[in-house]
């Protein structure tokens, strides 16, 4: 199951339109993954597991001012699929969180980012990669790949351990 709900607007996070957007894109991004969530949770469940693929994207991690509510809805859903890789461990089903930097597509051509786009073909290869490894994090294309190398680390050591194993490791208990 793919997940690649998303809207998009150039608002600053002052700007007049910050509120409209921020609740449309909120609607897309982060309750729309809710909704795919619940819906196709149970139906990955009763086929014996599976992979639910959220595309989320490297702003949710390097916000960009000029795309402040698509940047902060986009790190909602990057911590909603952590959530979901908690939850759907449990029923066998693999959740892989996509983050990637700009392809070549409809809101890529509208960001500002077209020149650096690459084509969306090399994006679904390293999905296609990342799942047979079985991965839980990609970073699709080459300014996400640079930036998921420094995040690798806080990654391996904060985010994937359970939460008992990094209190142990900050306070030595």
């Known amino acids: 199951m793919i997940n690649n709900g998303a809207a998009f607007s150039h608002t600053s996070i002052l700007g007049p339109n910050c509120i409209q957007s921020l609740e449309v894109e909120l609607n897309a991004s982060v309750l729309g993954l809710v909704r795919m969530a619940h819906a196709f949770g149970p139906i990955l469940k009763d086929n014996g597991g599976g992979a639910f693929v959220q595309i989320n994207s490297i702003v949710a991690l390097k916000p960009i001012p000029v795309q402040a509510t698509y940047t902060a809805t986009k ?25 990637p930097g700009p392809f070549a597509t409809g809101i890529v051509k509208g960001s500002g980012f077209a020149d650096m786009a690459e084509p969306a073909s090399l994006c679904a290869d390293e999905i296609l990669a990342a799942l047979k490894r079985g991965d839980r994090h990609v970073f699709p294309g080459t300014i996400a ?27 030595g208990s």
């Open 75 to 99: 790190a909602a859903s990057q911590s909603l699929t952590l959530l979901l890789q908690l939850a759907f461990a449990e029923q066998g089903t693999s959740v892989l969180s996509v983050l």
């Open 145 to 171: 790949g640079k930036i998921g190398q420094y995040y690798q680390d806080f990654r391996e050591t904060i985010v994937e351990p359970d939460i008992e194993e990094v209190m142990g490791r900050l306070f």
